[in-house]
């Protein structure tokens, strides 16, 4: 499983999809990468596998982390002070663990530096393993990123980008170039 999502995310960093800053939101069902229904039989063990392919993925790449509970914690994210600070994020009280949060938040609540609770995000990209819905949690707009790899163990993996709205009309430039000049 680890090394599914790590040529998952050596994919994604190859396609540059993700700069350096960026907030990328983690949902993960270690229930569903182990063939079982969401929120049945979280798994510690396979948190741990996947967290160190994040921790590789955030060194290599510069990016934020956030990772998404589950619906018993309304869906709400850790993320480190420091992300929570610089972004103005609202700060929750609540600490999850395997059965309120769901296994992949509570190991990465243990195991960051620096960690809190937000309530809500509007991330640049991210990944969701095993059909958590991380959609929420993107800024608009959306855009879903086909990969090779589909599946982490049993769970179906999808990754979405995010971009800029394009505004505007039949007369609208989205890029400047030679033909358009200097505006």
């Known amino acids: 499983m680890k090394e ?3 040529a ?3 994919e994604w ?3 540059n999809h993700s700069q350096e800053g960026d907030l990328f939101v ?3 069902s270690t229930s569903e990468i182990s063939g079982h229904r969401i929120g049945s ?3 510690e063990e396979i948190a741990r596998d996947l967290f160190g392919a994040f921790s590789s993925f955030q060194k ?3 990016v934020e982390l956030a990772f998404q509970c589950c619906e018993h914690l309304n869906r709400a994210l850790v993320v480190e002070k420091k992300t929570m600070k610089e972004r103005g994020l609202t700060q929750v009280s609540a600490v999850p663990v395997p ?3 769901g296994s992949m938040a509570s ?3 243990r195991h960051m530096a620096d960690p809190v609770l937000v309530e809500t995000i509007e991330a640049d990209a991210g990944i969701d393993i095993g059909d958590t819905f991380i959609g929420m949690h993107l800024k608009r707009v959306a855009v879903p990123i086909r990969l090779k790899k589909k599946q982490i163990g049993k769970a179906h993996v999808t990754m979405a980008k995010t971009r800029p709205k394009l505004i505007g009309g039949e007369r609208a430039v989205y890029t400047l170039d030679q033909k358009h000049g200097e505006v």
Do not use: H
């Open 4 to 6: 599914d999502l790590e």
């Open 8 to 10: 998952i995310l050596q």
């Open 13 to 15: 960093v190859d396609l």
């Open 26 to 28: 983690i949902g993960c």
């Open 41 to 43: 039989s979280g798994s």
């Open 60 to 62: 290599k790449t510069g």
């Open 99 to 101: 059965k309120a949060g």
């Open 107 to 109: 190991f990465a609540y």
